[in-house]
């Protein structure tokens, strides 16, 4: 007996050795609009240190998708940070209306700039300072509401400014530190805009020859024209959003921020959140199918690979845990077709709702909003004509049925009362947030989009193309393999605090990848 303690004793002394310890920093990258099979379809044209670096020597789970219909970049990284479903961490979009005094509601706007007002759960980053209070967290991203969801109430939070294209802040996080001021005084930034969009490649190398705005090759320049472009860009800032530049500044910055605030150079574990707005932008602009697109992965692959090798100097690799994902997938282009596909018209949308009500309740301002697929009706002007809310926003409902595009309409009722265990009903009730989603939910047929301006493909609905993501790790607890069971993104936060040694984020949902962490 005593020798079989002894040896019990020696196998839990040995696992404890060879247990590897935290690592110092985690670096989370978010793609924007990168579709789960963009890293097979793309490989052949991929270099050995971006992309297929993280495929071949880290963890790739194949396939991870969201559960929930309103496939948006706000509300994915919420996700992504909080761990939690949107009808737990409350983010449905960037913008929605307020029942109470029926005014638009901002999700990131406010006194001190944008900052994270409205922000209900922890994220990751506020988890990290809070239990490791030597750490520090940093998030970058193009747009201010990316970095703003990603960082919550946690550490520095920079995005590109819109007036200057230099890196700002607000007074909700870390003042600007002088490194870079400095960059800003001398507009670093602009010297990644190019007064053409050249393609890296020469044209065969590419899968796709649908393009609007990238220049020919020399070869063929004369042979044959781009369609009219589709974007007027007005300054240098949307020239960094709307090209790859953007990404290639973005993780310029990571660098800086590397070096600059020595992250990762003690054993209190670090995070960055790094975002890649421009991503989405151009994928929104041209289409998955364009070449734009593919050249736009081409240039981040070679971005990455500058990046990574950059990180893994700075930093012990082995004490290096990265993960990339990304928001959402995109849809197919509705002009990509042999004939040009339908769009959703919003205002006639709303316009002819509010006539259907006239019709059966009397003249009135019975429609306040439309924001991502959610209406918004005037529950005051309800109230006061002695209407019952649900019989209302049922008889809506079962009206916008009828146009063309619809898949399918849910009363918010219905979701706030129900428990619906599968199928398209749960994806919607997962997206809902009783305080802040619409009357009425929408989602489309496949392939539809809302009619916007510079959008030939968007996202935020239940379809594969929006909610298959790539998502692997490397790094400090992952191995090489592929796993090919399902995986939601909300695991995400759970496993990477458990590889810092803290807690989950506190409405975390998810359950933390055995994979990648010893359970």
């Known amino acids: 007996m005593k020798r079989h303690r002894i040896l019990l004793l020696a196998l839990l002394l040995a696992s404890s050795a060879a247990a590897a310890p935290r690592p ?50 706000p509300v994915s990284l919420a996700t992504l940070t909080t761990g939690a479903q949107p009808s737990m961490h409350g983010v449905v979009g960037t913008r929605w209306r307020d029942y109470v005094d029926n005014r638009p509601v901002e999700l990131v706007a406010g006194r001190q700039g944008p900052g994270p007002y409205h922000l209900i759960a922890p994220t990751l980053a506020e988890t990290l300072l809070q239990h490791l209070p030597g750490s ?44 870079i001021e400095r960059s800003n005084r001398e507009r670093y930034n602009r010297s990644y805009v190019a007064a053409e969009w050249r393609p890296l490649l020469d044209r065969d190398s590419y899968r796709n020859h649908r393009r609007r705005d990238i220049a020919a090759a020399e070869s063929t320049r004369r042979k044959e024209r781009a ?10 800032y949307e020239r960094l959003l709307y090209t790859p530049a953007g990404n290639t500044a973005v993780l310029g910055l990571a660098k800086q921020a590397i070096a600059q ?3 990762g150079r003690d054993e209190e574990t670090d995070l960055m959140n790094i975002c890649l707005d421009a991503s989405r932008r151009i994928a929104e602009a041209y289409g998955p199918e364009s070449m734009e697109v593919e050249d736009m992965l081409y240039r981040l692959d070679r971005d990455l690979d500058d990046f990574l090798t950059f990180l893994f100097a700075q930093v012990d690799p082995e004490r290096v845990a ?5 928001d959402h997938g995109t849809s197919p282009s509705y002009d990509a077709g042999p004939e040009e596909g339908d769009r959703f018209n919003v205002r006639q949308f709303e316009v002819i709702v509010n006539g259907f009500l006239n019709a059966r309740y009397g003249a009135g301002e019975w429609v306040l909003d439309y924001e991502d697929k959610s209406l918004y009706l005037n529950h ?33 009722t219905a979701v706030r009362t129900s428990y619906f265990g599968s199928g398209y009903a749960r994806m919607m009730q997962n997206s809902y947030y009783p305080r802040r989603s619409g009357d009425v939910l929408l989602n489309f047929m496949p392939g539809w ?42 695991a995400v936060a759970p496993t990477l605090a458990r590889l810092a040694g803290i807690t989950e984020p506190a409405a975390s949902e998810g359950t933390a990848l055995a994979e990648i962490v010893e359970q």
């Open 24 to 73: 110092r920093l985690i670096v989370q990258i978010v793609v924007g609009s990168m579709r789960a099979e963009d890293l097979d379809r793309y490989a052949g044209q991929f270099g050995e240190g971006g992309f297929r670096r993280l495929t071949e020597g880290g963890t790739v789970y194949s396939d991870a998708r969201y559960d929930y219909q309103q496939t948006l970049t």
């Open 136 to 179: 520090q967290a940093v998030s970058i991203a193009a747009e201010a509401t990316s970095a703003v969801v990603m960082a919550g109430r946690g550490g520095a939070a920079l995005w590109l400014d819109s007036t200057h294209c230099g890196w700002a802040t607000s007074g909700c996080y870390t003042p600007l530190p002088e490194w």
């Open 227 to 236: 369609v009219p472009s589709c974007l007027d860009l007005r300054d240098d």
């Open 261 to 263: 605030m020595r992250l």
């Open 322 to 326: 990265v993960v990339l994902t990304s």
């Open 380 to 412: 005051n002007l309800i109230y006061e004509r002695g209407l019952n809310l649900a019989e209302v926003q049922n008889e809506v409902a079962i009206f916008a049925m009828q146009f063309r595009g619809v898949s399918h309409a849910q009363s918010a």
């Open 449 to 490: 989009i809302e009619q916007r301006e510079r959008c030939v493909s968007m996202s935020g609905s239940m379809y594969g193309y929006d909610r298959e993501v790539p998502l692997l790790f490397y790094g400090a607890g992952a191995g090489r393999m592929r796993v090919a069971r399902r995986v939601d993104p909300t």
